[in-house]
């Protein structure tokens, strides 16, 4: 009996622990990692063969920036190596997986692509990788030297080394091994992050240039291409590439040293590759499927998380934890079952491959056993065969889970090149400038206008509106009438189904939306503030305003609250932070910085007290006096309406009345006074009994005298 233990170095990280013994019938062997080693051990998969059991454990890469679920395919562990080498070559498979799918070809070229502008990297690191390959499969070889010569009775070191030259020796080659291992490493990690970086700036910039109504349907999916799809990719193009050409490394190397060694032994192995690389091939494209299934589910779990945690304050004021836990959990379920059935093919699949991985072990074992009884081969090259097959065995194992990454990278990477490549319905940037000082007439012309998810309602239907340059026009109707859709169609978020839009005669979709944008200042009906200070709030859009610019337009909006604050302009603020009429009245100030020609104000006073509409109207006031600016505004206080020029009704899509406050206050038949009684009679009423509550402040503007006796004429009339 022969007992013998050599200790190696492998990788940098592995060590492998060799125990042989050989009596008249049985031969043992037995390479281990530590269990510390296990759990130290990176990205790499691990090889542990027990008695000739070969177990293969990959874990999944702790160190991914991905902080979403994941499915479970790296991280489970997948248990068997097959001993066998590759018969066709990963590229023909994925080419072969690749016919029935074009759209996965033109993916995969994507994403390809994506890695050119690291080419000089992650060539380095190709190169480093060849180099601590080269080392890894001397191991096996090295080792059957050593059992050869540790066994023999005339031990000879090649070359003519000395043992302290040959120990030398192998200990710098496993040190270029490992600073080549290490540096691959590296390289490829930040070639990684780097990818993924500008794979989500670009995806990130493309989704900000659709149509707001593509991106408001899936915000959450849109998030959750941005973080999960994006990293999933960048892992196949560093990562999964990098384990996929050591395997293919491993694999070639270890097959032709396989074949050096023992060709009779070798032809056993490789009878197990072709079912093997088939069923590589079925698992590889139903990996993919669930993998785009996956991300949607996740995509889907995304939103609502997104939708809930942004309005918090509504959840928590109506108790709706549970129910929204519920809506939470429902999608979980989904990603769960879908990485369930994820498992359960990863489980089939590898244990499938492991266990016919097993058989070829045992049986090289037997025969090998056999041949070395009868002193065809060597311990030592026994050894060597039986290690390189655990190698081929794991590179095999390495290429399937390559394939099924890039499998999965092909699928994430469909999902961000649909928004990549997706034109938006209204182009970005395309056309022409709106001449710096173009002025003119806006004209709504038979207008028709329905929302894309909503064909079979109209909304607008021949809508016709002139507003003249400088003039003031107030759109009144009932509520959901379509007054902020004509805002929306202005703004160019949608465009009209039918008719045209024009400024100064020229159809608004002639112009860049760019330029078009820049020429309208907008408050909407619920201004939304950054994260960041009042200046950069008021500046928003308009990065070259200077601190006078910004006072001067808080000034204009009434913004006297800023002086009053802590840090004047430089306070914090974030999304809530102010009250609605405090935002309003940024927002105006927003818009006014832009010295837009066109001011498009929502409701701007929806959500006023009295102090604060009248502050806001104020604001509202000193841009009509200086007639630079054309104004739409959209109202339903009197007292807003009341300062307009002319009131547009708005109803059934189209316009019924126009004319000034007075004209309709005082028609015969009024669709305004209809529209507008209960505030008519509120106002008249507050006016006539107890005149007003509210104790009239320095400079309050004659319009709203002017409407208060309006309303108390055709009060009393
Ligand atoms: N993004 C959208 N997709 C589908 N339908 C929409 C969308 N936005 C609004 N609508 C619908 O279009 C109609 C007009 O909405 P709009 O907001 O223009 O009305 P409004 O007159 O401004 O109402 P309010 O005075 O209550 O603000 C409503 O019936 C509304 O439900």
Redesign the pocket.
Known sequence: MLGIWARSCVRPATTVSLGFQRSATTVAFRVGLAPSQLRSSPARPSTTIILGQVSLFRRANSTSPTPLPQPPLDSAPTPGADGKAPKESIWSRVRQAFRKDPQGVSSFRKIVALAKPEKKPLLIAVGLLLVSSAVSMSVPFTIGKLIDFFSSTNPQIPFGLTIWQAGAALLSIFTIGAAANAGRAMLMRLAGQRIVGRLRERTYAAALRQEV?FV?KGEGDVISRLSVDSSIVGESVTNNLSDGLRAIVMSSVGLGAMIWVSPTLTMLMMAVVPPVSLGAVVYGRYIKKLSNQTQEAVGEMTKVATESLSALRTVQAFNALPQEEARFHEKVSKVITLARKEAIASGIFFGSTGWSGNLTILCLLGYGGTLVSRGEISVGDLTSLLLYTAYVGSGLQMLTGFFSSIMRGIGAGGRIFEILGRKPLIPHGVGEDVPATMQGPIRFEDVKFH?P??KN?P?LNGFDLEIKPGETVAIV??????????H?LLLRYYDPVGGRITFGGKDIREFSTISWRNAIGFVP?DPVLFTGTIASNIAYGNPDATREDIEAAAREANCEFVWGMPNGFDTEIGRLSLSGGQRQRLAIARALLKKPKILALD?ATSALDATSERRVNDAIDKILRSRQTTCLF?A?RLSTIARAERIVVLEGGKVTETGTFHDLVTRENSRFRTLMAAQLNAAAGESLVSERHEPREEGEEEVEDFAVEEVKDTAKA
């Open positions: 109504e408001e929302y998810t909503r309602v909304i109707g009932e509520s959901g009438g379509g007054k902020s859709s004509i929306s009906q409701e959209i339903h």
